[in-house]
Structures are given as structure tokens and as C-alpha cells.
């Protein structure tokens, strides 16, 4: 997963984006000239140490005080298709990693966002299901040729 990941120049993939109904996704933000900060079971770590990172079975708190932003995002299964979704700022990832050990990653900025919408994909939710109707309907043309190339690409060839 982690090589898909970086074949297609993303920063995070989930199970299903490949196949497989699993509570997991990957991340590397190593990349990213993006801002943000993280605690990884209440130290700063390197990201270096870090990255890519291996998420088993991930649940997310957000601190009280919860701030939002709107940014765009874009998604590995819907290639060249962006738009605004609103998430909070800061969250808190109680996870596994590979090796089954448990860990607390507290992040803002890109790496909290990264973490949301991976979760959502576990969760069965894409980030076009996030956005505001009126941000949607910007994108629904292209959404909508996707799937239909996507249809056809899949169809089985005529015998």
C-alpha cells in the first residue's frame, strides 16, 4: 500500500482504496511542504522516524475546543477531481501499528486532515460526502464522467 501510495503522489491510502475491507490505512507526509504539528505518544518525533506510517484499526477524538478549517482536498479514487471540505484543525489518533503496538498521535494541519479522510475511507466515507452541497454541485460533472469511465473500463469485453 505504501508504494501505490507513492506511485500515485499521495500522502495517505486506505484498505478499501485497494480492495481490502480493513481497518487500515497509510500515511507519509514526509513530502508535503505543508505546516503542521504532531506528538507521537506524547513526544515530538521526527517525521522522518515515522513516515510512512502504518495505521491498524484507527479511532479519532477532537479536542473540545473544536476549531475547523475549510481546505481543498483531492483523493487517489477520484484522480484531477478537487473541493473544499471543512474538518477540524487538531485531532487525537489512538491506533496499532504494524506490529500491533498501540500509539497516540495528536496532529493539526495537513497531517490531521490526512488522518480524517483516511478514517473516513475505513468508515465507508468519501470526501465528496463531506463537502457542502453548494461545493459538490461544482464537481458533479466530473464525478459523474468518472464514473461512467469507470463503468465502461470495468465492463467485461465482448465475447
Not at 68 to 97: K, M, W
Request: glycine share 6%; net charge negative.
Amino acid at each position: 500500500m505504501v508504494e501505490a501510495m507513492h506511485e500515485n503522489h499521495g500522502i495517505g491510502l486506505a484498505a478499501q482504496q485497494v480492495g481490502r475491507a480493513l481497518q487500515l490505512f497509510v500515511m507519509d507526509l514526509r513530502q508535503s511542504e505543508a505546516e503542521f504539528t504532531w506528538k507521537l505518544d506524547g513526544k515530538p518525533t521526527p517525521l522522518d522516524l515515522i513516515m510512512p506510517m502504518i495505521v491498524v484499526n484507527p479511532k479519532v477524538t477532537v479536542p473540545k475546543k473544536r476549531a475547523t478549517h475549510s481546505a481543498e482536498e483531492g483523493c487517489l479514487s477520484f484522480p484531477e477531481i478537487r473541493g473544499e471540505v471543512e474538518r477540524p484543525v487538531a485531532v487525537v489518533l489512538h491506533y496499532q501499528d504494524e506490529h500491533g503496538a498501540p500509539h497516540v498521535l495528536e496532529c493539526d494541519g495537513l497531517l490531521a486532515r490526512c488522518v480524517q479522510h483516511e478514517l473516513d475511507h475505513v468508515q465507508g466515507v468519501l470526501f465528496i460526502d463531506r463537502m457542502e452541497a453548494a461545493v459538490r454541485a461544482t464537481i458533479d460533472e466530473e464525478v459523474k464522467a468518472l464514473a461512467k469511465r469507470t463503468k465502461a473500463e470495468s465492463a467485461p469485453a465482448p465475447s
